[in-house]
């Protein structure tokens, strides 16, 4: 089993940063690719950003493209978003989630492991 926590969400201003991370226990993920979704109120689960197990191969959302980061820390079993130019749109809460699988992919049904998400508000 895989348990995962996020940390890092809040609220922040538009044009702010946030940097979130995920942090992994139970077993190593190093070989597990992992993703970043979102929930605003009202609409479903939407694809953020995926990473490969290897860090080589990563996927954004169109709406993120050029804004957010995804990275990697296997040594630290630990998956960052580092969020900038963040816009109110951008407001909802964050998941982390693993794939038993080298490559990522954009349906939530793909992971088989969820944290409990952190909220990231952004004010206009």
């Known amino acids: 089993q895989v348990q995962l926590v996020e940390s890092g969400g809040g609220l922040v201003q538009a044009g702010g940063s946030l940097r979130l991370s995920c942090a992994a226990s139970?077993?190593?993920?190093?070989?597990?690719?992992m993703g970043w979704f979102r929930q605003a109120p009202g609409k479903e689960r939407e694809f953020v950003a995926g990473?490969?197990?290897?860090?080589?191969?990563?996927d954004y959302a169109d709406s993120v493209k050029g804004r957010f980061t995804i990275s990697r820390d296997n040594a630290k079993n630990t998956v960052y978003l580092q969020m900038n130019s963040l816009k109110p749109m951008d407001t909802a809460v964050y998941y982390c989630?693993?794939?038993?699988?080298?490559?990522?992919?954009?349906?939530?049904?793909?992971?088989?492991?969820w944290g409990h998400g952190t909220q990231v508000t952004v004010s206009s």
């Open positions: 990473i490969s197990w290897s860090g080589y191969t990563k």
């Open positions: 989630a693993s794939r038993p699988q080298a490559g990522t992919h954009y349906l939530p049904s793909r992971y088989d492991y």
């Open positions: 139970g077993r190593s993920v190093s070989d597990y690719a």
